[in-house]
């Protein structure tokens, strides 16, 4: 379904993890967007990048204002599915079923405190391997030699750690070339590990998620946070305007 922009897929929270597991599986090159009222503002503001997302095999609705978004726009009740749940999720669907997973971005040191994690949380999955790239722009050479070990690694699912709209954009540049599921997860690591706390239950619930980070997190994400929120609730009520005169004059 259409979001301002973004077109955004819809289902049951466990059919996004069957449909992940079945890309997966599926030995193509594919990738999946985690969508949130950022990365629809980002989209809104470049076309390339609105192009980008709307390519993806799978765009889910992370943000709470997305499902409201869903609901208001469309009468659709949405489950929402949050990178933050998808993540665990997906690697516990891994485990289960002895998918390798690989992990591209973040930090060398978060990568390596995320691995020793999962050795204990996950002691069943297979890390096919992990990368954290250079803060530069990398040649030609080095990409190729990343696909070419994510490839040899045989993971069927390849976790993209780089933050919006960066990794959308990598996954994008890799679509036929990584042999895997590629899935952008943002920030979601020190949440996962534990070193960052994830908002209250009731504060997921009532689309406070982004509040709780902001207070975590206030110099870094002051701007995004108050000019994006701003610019997403502008788009909906302009939308919803237009959708109830075009009702309006449909009646008349």
């Not at 619930?205 to 975590?216: I, N, S, T, V």
């Amino acid at each position: 379904m259409e979001v301002l922009g973004l077109s955004v897929t819809t289902g049951r929270y466990s059919e996004f993890i069957d449909k992940i597991k079945h890309l997966a599986l599926s030995n193509k090159s594919s990738y999946v967007c985690v969508a949130n009222v950022h990365m629809l503002v980002e989209a809104h503001n470049n076309k390339s990048f609105a192009d980008i997302v709307n390519s993806a095999d799978i765009v889910t609705p992370d943000g709470t204002p997305l499902v409201w978004a869903l609901r208001l726009l469309h009468k659709h009740t949405q489950d929402r599915v949050a990178g933050m749940d998808l993540l665990p999720d997906l690697l516990k669907q891994s485990e289960q079923d002895k998918i390798p997973v690989y992990f591209f971005g973040g930090t060398e040191e978060m990568i390596k405190k995320t691995v020793q994690f999962l050795k204990v949380k996950y002691p069943q999955l297979t890390v096919a391997g992990y990368y954290s790239p250079p803060f530069r722009p990398m040649t030609d050479t080095e990409k190729t030699e990343i696909e070419r070990n994510i490839n040899r690694s045989n993971a069927k699912i390849v976790f993209a750690v780089l933050g919006c709209p960066k990794q959308e954009k990598w996954m994008a540049s890799m679509k036929g070339k990584i042999n895997a599921c590629m899935v952008g997860i943002g920030g979601a690591l020190p949440v996962l590990i534990g070193e960052q706390k994830r908002a209250p239950k009731w504060m997921q619930k009532c689309g406070l998620e982004w509040l709780y980070r902001f207070m975590q997190e206030p110099r870094r994400l002051a701007k995004r946070y108050f000019v994006t929120n701003s610019i997403f609730i502008w788009l909906l009520l302009k939308a919803m305007l237009k959708q109830w005169v075009a009702l309006r004059t449909n009646r008349c």
